[in-house]
């Protein structure tokens, strides 16, 4: 399994398979697809997994279960995320009202029956996580969607961070034993960032997606400029279900209220 999948640009229309359960990928545990639509194009998804669909950018129509719901997100850095989560046993239908929209689409095996949800911009705030530690080089934005705790019943971990530019994301480093998924977006969108795998480090790029080993530290850092957008997915382990995460012990100290840096 290669670490990276790189897009070398923009995802074509259509679907693009990038992880598959039993396929491409498989370490993952999970099905990850770029879905991009033109105006009017419809995309059905009825395979009996835990199903989750997050808008990007567009505007969309979600159908499900007799319901309906139309939302429009002019980009994912603004504005917060719409994310509808279904059981194995709910059908789904996306509608492109925009010249175009993209939807990331994750699934996997759950024979948990749950009720479906959909999260609306409101239902997300916006987390400063870092702020007021670190002067300032780690604050960014976590938008957590769901979780272990806000919903127990899914197998399925979703949320996005925001990298601020020149900033660190991810940081202290930290692993867990679940698998992760980070997908990116630069802003502007020939920008790039660093994303540290273990001992090894990748040039990230509008796009691309990273695929996260078991065990491995991932931080991120952004350079002056450039903002960097990444969707993360995490699938829950059978026993061993995501939770906090083990923070690599000697770099903690750097956010102790009292720690002293070299300059200061």
Not at 15 to 26: D, F, S, Y
Not at 109 to 117: C, G, I, M, T, Y
């Amino acid at each position: 399994m290669d670490a990276i999948i790189r897009a070398q640009g923009e995802h074509p229309f259509g679907v693009t398979t990038l992880t598959q359960m039993g396929g491409k990928n498989a370490g993952m545990l999970m099905d990850f697809d770029v879905l991009r639509l033109r105006r009017g194009e419809r995309y059905h998804d009825s395979r009996p997994l835990e199903k989750a669909y997050l808008l990007v950018y567009g505007e969309a129509v979600f159908s499900w279960d007799g319901r309906e719901h139309t939302q429009r997100r002019d980009n994912c850095f603004d504005v917060s995320p719409t994310a509808l989560h279904v059981c194995r046993q709910t059908a789904v239908t996306l509608t492109c009202l925009s010249e175009d929209c993209e939807i990331c689409v994750l699934r996997t095996d759950n024979d948990r029956a749950f009720e479906s949800r959909l999260y609306l911009p409101g239902d997300t705030p916006d987390e400063r996580r870092g702020a007021g530690t670190m002067r300032e080089t780690s604050t960014r934005i976590v938008r957590t969607i769901f979780d272990g705790s806000s919903a127990p019943y899914a197998n399925l971990v979703l949320g996005e961070v925001i990298g601020f530019p020149g900033k660190w994301s991810s940081y202290p480093p930290h692993h867990h034993p679940q698998p992760e998924i980070y997908y990116y977006k630069t802003l502007p969108a020939n920008g790039f960032a660093y994303a540290e795998l273990g001992e090894d480090v990748l040039k990230v790029h509008n796009n691309d997606t990273v695929l996260i080993a078991p065990g491995l530290t991932h931080p991120h850092c952004t350079p002056p400029g450039y903002a960097l957008w990444y969707l993360w997915a995490i699938r829950h382990l059978p026993g061993d279900r995501y939770g906090t995460p083990t923070f690599v012990p000697q770099h903690l100290w750097v956010q102790r209220e009292d720690a002293v840096y070299w300059g200061d």
